[in-house]
């Protein structure tokens, strides 16, 4: 599966952003999606997953509360929901598809979409 995501972009600290990301080549209505961060210097890390058993939901404590995965399987795609951006926010997030369960290890995530950087001024 392919994995395409985009919408990132320059906000002020307290706007929002969407991110989406297509996927082709397969249907992803029965793998997981999550979504994942890298900052400049600094390790990937786990900000979301959506499970597609009973749709569950994960969040990093950084961004529970401000940020809403779903997901449109009828349009292959996966969506992040980023409310009340903070200047921490900043970083390139990629969309990630696992066909076990995810959850918040980077090894247990099959495909990866290239990044789309988001950046929050103060």
């Known amino acids: 599966v392919q994995l395409q995501a985009y919408g990132g972009g320059l906000v002020q600290a307290g706007g929002s952003l969407r991110l989406s990301c297509a996927a082709s080549?397969?249907?992803?209505?029965?793998?997981?999606m999550g979504w994942f961060r890298q900052a400049p210097g600094k390790e990937r890390e786990f900000v979301a997953s959506?499970?597609?058993?009973?749709?569950?939901?994960d969040y990093s404590d950084s961004v529970k509360g401000r940020f809403t995965i779903s997901r449109d399987n009828r349009k292959n795609s996966v969506y992040l929901q980023m409310n009340s951006l903070r200047p921490e926010d900043t970083a390139v997030y990629y969309c990630?598809?696992?066909?076990?369960?995810?959850?918040?290890?980077?090894?247990?995530?099959?495909?990866w979409g290239h990044g789309t950087q988001v950046t929050v001024s103060s």
């Open positions: 990630a598809a696992s066909r076990g369960s995810g959850g918040r290890v980077i090894g247990n995530w099959n495909f």
């Open positions: 080549g397969r249907t992803i209505s029965v793998w997981d």
């Open positions: 959506l499970s597609w058993v009973g749709g569950n939901t």
